[in-house]
């Protein structure tokens, strides 16, 4: 496992989501500093509404659990797990992600 | 595990067949205890276990095979269960109670139970068995069809029943040109009647899906524009590429047939209420079972069957199968289609009513008896929200009522008429794919499952096809109720408050923020539902900058980007345009603006110009071109005030009798700001002709000769109500002054998105109520009313230009943190001479080119 430098602590939104690029591949990072890990990474795709939108969609703290409500048809998606909470059976890929020294990293295998 | 070595004590119980069905049954069986009594072991032909067969299309869009799959082996293997893939089952030996394996193996038994399904029918015609000819049934066929159809253009479906029409979508979505063909004179012959298969045939079409009825196809030769040509009854003929055959299905009984077991006439394994077969340590279950001289080709009957047979393995007699309902509700190619019992009129003496609009292409029948007390079955096309209620007049018997066909009639306020679930037996079937009752689900609310999540966890209602999860919530709430539980008007589970308190603490305390609200009054960190709602009313009672630090997390999409997100995540722009006036010179910059970003261009519904296609990245400079050429925020995104529509009046018109555009104008400008719980929409008339349309609106002003009249509280969309005369010959001065207070009595009073005719709907009172509280001020509420509103006009900002100047926000905008390009899978295609998103078709046809 390898940890990729993203972006800035300042470049995250608090309290939201902003798309970022990893190998090729839109993932939205999201800043939550009440959670314990802060910084989340899943897919920017929208598996539901099949766009790049998710890191447009609102957080949601539901039952304890970080979640993303997407913006388009509002289904929510664990930040840790991927897992849709409507649809089960269908989840998103995910990526551990870390903030150190004002700075955003996302591991890749 | 080798099957030579296994031992065992227990007797032997085997299952042939690991299917939906199959699979179902080891559940119960495990439900039951049964794994301590008997060595359960189970083959499957397939190299998968037990997958969700009825959602299988869903392979295609998206979903992995692990996706579909309704067990991964450590089910089985927790409860010591035998199992073994790629095994087929070759022979039985009744005498020996013995199988033979492919493999060579053979295995004793005690008692088995086959659930071999079924396999699809293929009709014999020459050269049914070419390349590119496929069956839809397992996921290898899926792959097959799938690989096959990367490669060619043009696909067909033989079969225009259920599952063919499913197929013909998948061909559809695989970007193929697709045909069906279908033998009888109609679709859906099982469960439509005439009228209901041409409507849906001509929907279909619509879809540009071509549609061959009472076509018999003779021949399948090479063809000379595509792979086959197809040569038809008539003489004619059509080319295609791919073809999949889907007309119909036959019992799997060649097993059962080998080893002397009872076999129907037209096949199918001959079984009992207890599903046991001819040789009473045999049983048959799902779509190789024949009950009654009948085959069930459903899940929801293959797992009553299951149920069925565990319990007669187990001892116990209650759960005797005595037949199935075959009423299906479904969605082929995005037409509703729904079938209940006699669809086809087949009772002796029956009456029929039938409803059809060929406007909206909807068609809907209703067979009943003849003295015309209950229904016997019914057809609908083209909206399928009349089916539930009908499905429980069927079901349960429960006697028509007197104007029974107001059951399919378009109601005039939007919603069918529907079956209070206070009217059902509890004997009432709710969840057909699990067979729960009313009963059941009332057992599972009093001992304790307070929520329909508890409730599905308990009685797994509506975790099969879904369908019944409205009227679940439904028959939950209703219980709830009967057992004095209050129905949790919480706005979220983050606050134990309506819309109206969160409002009021807001107001009364100061409170400037979620954090500081959350902490005085919440539990949690927000949500999707709570988070906007919040935001809206700090943005209505204080006015903020939207896209503060602490309110950016609030936002809706729309709100947090001020611009609509269309279907694809890009956005349309909607400057404001006062009243619809607007000078050439601001025409020729909208026009340049949508040029240079080559964006499709509408005129609204209200009167403006929406931009659409523009990528997160492009909003500030295009916003930065519009606040220069002097355009401002049309808040088109918000829920705020829209448009104010209006015509030209007095100015222009030689009936009009006031000047309606001044009106519109000022208006719009006046509350332009104003954050409210639904979006509201204005418009102005300068005469009794109407011709903006006031009384559509949520307010419309009308000119008359003595001054203006107000109504208020209409709306169109959804359920589109006229608005309510509210005041006649009012000045203008007054005009605004009851504007004021009525939007701002709603803003501060309604619920999150109630639109003002609900609203008013809910007063207690209603409109009379309204009148006493803004024209007599009988709460003496006017002044703080009128003053509210005057700090939103004060106050109000074009959060664009905010937006331009503030550099924290603009970074909000970027399309990645980390990367200069665009998002690929934002793709648009032109029609009419302007771009439009392509569709997931068209997307595919692309990168398939391109590659």
């Known amino acids: 496992m390898q940890w990729k430098l993203m972006c800035e602590q300042q470049d995250l939104i608090e309290g939201a989501g902003i798309a970022a690029m990893l190998d090729g591949q839109q993932i939205a990072l999201f800043y939550v500093p009440e959670a314990k890990q802060q910084v989340f990474a899943i897919s920017n795709w929208d598996p539901i509404g099949k766009a790049n939108v998710l890191s447009r969609g609102l957080l949601a703290n539901l039952k304890e659990e970080w979640t993303v409500a997407s913006p388009?048809?509002?289904?929510?998606?664990?930040?840790?797990?991927?897992?849709?909470?409507?649809?089960?059976?269908?989840?998103i890929p995910t990526w551990q992600a870390k903030l150190e020294q004002g700075k955003v990293f996302v591991a890749v295998s | 595990m080798t099957i030579n070595r296994l031992t065992t004590d227990k007797p032997r119980l085997v299952v042939v067949g690991n299917g939906m069905v199959g699979h179902h049954f080891i559940e119960q069986l495990i439900e039951q205890g049964a794994q301590q009594q008997f060595a359960i072991y189970v083959f499957g032909e397939e190299p998968h276990l037990a997958y969700d067969r009825v959602h299988l299309s869903e392979y295609f869009t998206g979903k992995a095979a692990a996706d579909l799959a309704l067990t991964d082996g450590q089910l089985y293997d927790q409860h010591g269960i035998g199992y073994f893939t790629n095994s087929q089952v070759v022979a039985i030996d009744r005498d020996a109670k013995s199988l033979q394996l492919a493999s060579g193996d053979s295995l004793s038994y005690d008692l088995l139970v086959l659930a071999t399904g079924s396999y699809p029918f293929v009709p014999p015609m020459p050269g049914h068995d070419r390349d590119n000819t496929f069956v839809y049934r397992t996921l290898e066929d899926l792959d097959a069809i799938r690989d096959c159809a990367a490669k060619v253009s043009r696909g067909t479906v033989v079969g225009g029943g259920l599952l063919g029409l499913e197929a013909a979508n998948a061909l559809k979505n695989l970007g193929l040109e697709t045909s069906v063909i279908e033998f009888a004179p109609r679709l859906m012959p099982v469960q439509l009647d005439e009228t209901g298969g041409q409507v849906l045939k001509e929907m279909i079409e619509g879809l540009e899906v071509s549609v061959y009825t009472a076509t018999a196809t003779q021949e399948i030769i090479d063809?000379?524009?595509?792979?086959?040509?197809?040569?038809?009854?008539?003489?004619?003929?059509?080319?295609?590429?791919l073809i999949l055959f889907s007309a119909g299905i036959r019992p799997q009984d060649a097993l059962a047939r080998q080893s002397g077991l009872e076999i129907g006439e037209r096949g199918g394994i001959c079984v009992n209420n207890d599903c046991l077969t001819s040789d009473d340590s045999i049983y048959a279950i799902g779509e190789c079972a024949l009950w009654n001289g009948r085959i069930f080709g459903l899940v929801a009957p293959g797992y009553s069957m299951a149920k069925a047979a565990a319990a007669h393995i187990m001892g116990a007699s209650d759960k005797r199968f005595m037949g199935a309902d075959m009423s299906t509700k479904l969605k082929l190619l995005g037409c509703d289609v729904g079938s209940i019992g006699d669809a086809h009129a087949q009772t002796q003496g029956c009456k029929s009513f039938v409803y059809q609009d060929e406007l909206t292409q909807s068609y809907r029948k209703m067979v009943v008896s003849e003295d015309g007390k209950k229904l016997l079955g019914a057809?609908?096309?083209?909206?399928?929200?009349?089916?539930?209620?009908?499905?429980?007049?069927?079901?349960?018997?429960?006697?028509?009522?007197?104007?029974?066909?107001?059951?399919?009639?378009?109601?005039?306020?939007?919603?069918?008429?529907?079956?209070?679930?206070d009217a059902l037996p509890a004997t009432a079937s709710i969840c057909s794919c699990h067979n729960v009752s009313k009963q059941d689900i009332s057992d599972a609310v009093c001992a304790g499952a307070l929520s329909v999540g508890d409730v599905k966890g308990v009685t797994k209602a509506a975790t099969g096809c879904g369908g019944c999860a409205a009227l679940l919530k439904k028959v939950v709430d209703n219980e709830l109720l009967a057992l004095g539980v209050e129905v949790s008007t919480d706005i979220c589970e983050h606050f134990a408050y309506t819309r109206q308190d969160l409002y009021n603490l807001i107001k009364i305390e100061g409170i400037k923020s979620f954090a500081e609200l959350l902490q005085k009054h919440g539990k949690g960190h927000g949500c999707e539902i709570c988070k906007p709602a919040v935001g809206s009313i700090l943005a209505s009672v204080w006015n903020d900058y939207v896209l503060k630090k602490e309110h950016i997390g609030l936002q809706d999409t729309n709100d947090r980007f001020l611009a609509n997100m269309q279907k694809d995540g890009t956005y349309s722009i909607v400057p404001r345009i006062a009243g619809g006036e607007i000078?050439?010179?601001?025409?020729?910059?909208?026009?340049?603006?949508?040029?240079?970003?080559?964006?499709?261009?509408?005129?609204?519904?209200?009167?403006?110009?929406?931009?659409?296609?523009?990528?997160?990245?492009?909003?500030?400079?295009?916003?930065?071109?519009?606040?220069?050429?002097?355009?401002?925020?049309?808040?088109?995104?918000?829920?705020?005030l829209r448009t104010v529509k209006s015509c030209v009046g007095s100015t222009w018109c030689r009936y009009g009798v006031n000047d309606s555009m001044g009106m519109a104008i000022h208006l719009e400008n006046?509350?332009?700001?104003?954050?409210?719980?639904?979006?509201?929409?204005?418009?102005?008339?300068?005469?009794?002709?109407?011709?903006?349309?006031?009384?559509?609106?949520?307010?419309?002003?009308?000119?008359?000769?003595?001054?203006?009249?107000?109504?208020?509280?209409?709306?169109?969309?959804?359920?589109?109500?006229?608005?309510?005369?509210?005041?006649?010959?009012?000045?203008?001065?007054?005009?605004?002054?009851?504007?004021?207070?009525?939007?701002?009595?709603?803003?501060?009073?309604?619920?999150?998105?109630?639109?003002?005719?609900?609203?008013?709907?809910?007063?207690?009172?209603?409109?009379?109520?309204?009148?006493?509280?803004?024209?007599?001020?009988?709460?003496?509420?006017?002044?703080?009313?009128?003053?509210?509103?005057?700090?939103?006009?004060?106050?109000f900002q074009c959060e664009w230009k905010t937006t331009l100047e503030d550099e924290q926000a603009l970074k909000n905008f970027r399309q990645f943190v980390n990367y200069e390009g665009g998002d690929e899978n934002v793709v648009f295609v032109e029609e009419r001479n302007q771009i439009r998103p392509a569709t997931e078709a068209e997307k595919q046809q692309l990168i398939a080119k391109a590659g």
């Open chain 1, 72 to 91: 388009l048809y509002k289904q929510h998606f664990e930040l840790q797990s991927g897992r849709c909470l409507e649809e089960e059976g269908l989840s």
């Open chain 2, 379 to 421: 057809v609908l096309v083209g909206d399928n929200s009349y089916y539930d209620t009908l499905l429980q007049y069927y079901l349960n018997g429960i006697d028509l009522p007197n104007n029974a066909q107001s059951l399919i009639l378009p109601s005039m306020d939007g919603a069918p008429a529907a079956l209070g679930v």
């Open chain 2, 583 to 640: 000078t050439p010179d601001k025409l020729i910059v909208l026009g340049q603006v949508a040029k240079d970003y080559g964006l499709y261009t509408k005129i609204t519904g209200g009167q403006r110009i929406d931009l659409f296609g523009a990528t997160l990245a492009q909003l500030p400079e295009i916003w930065e071109k519009l606040v220069a050429a002097g355009f401002e925020t049309g808040q088109a995104y918000g829920k705020s």
């Open chain 2, 670 to 795: 006046r509350y332009k700001g104003l954050r409210s719980p639904h979006k509201i929409k204005f418009a102005v008339s300068g005469c009794t002709r109407e011709c903006a349309e006031a009384q559509s609106k949520d307010i419309g002003v009308i000119a008359t000769e003595g001054g203006w009249n107000l109504y208020v509280c209409g709306n169109g969309g959804m359920k589109p109500r006229h608005a309510d005369l509210f005041a006649t010959d009012l000045d203008d001065e007054t005009l605004v002054k009851y504007i004021d207070r009525v939007l701002m009595f709603y803003t501060k009073t309604a619920d999150r998105l109630q639109r003002t005719s609900v609203w008013m709907e809910n007063l207690e009172g209603g409109l009379d109520y309204l009148k006493e509280v803004v024209i007599d001020d009988k709460l003496g509420l006017a002044d703080e009313l009128e003053r509210s509103m005057q700090h939103v006009v004060d106050t």
């Open chain 2, 223 to 241: 063809g000379e524009q595509a792979f086959h040509r197809m040569n038809f009854a008539d003489g004619s003929h059509l080319e295609t590429d």
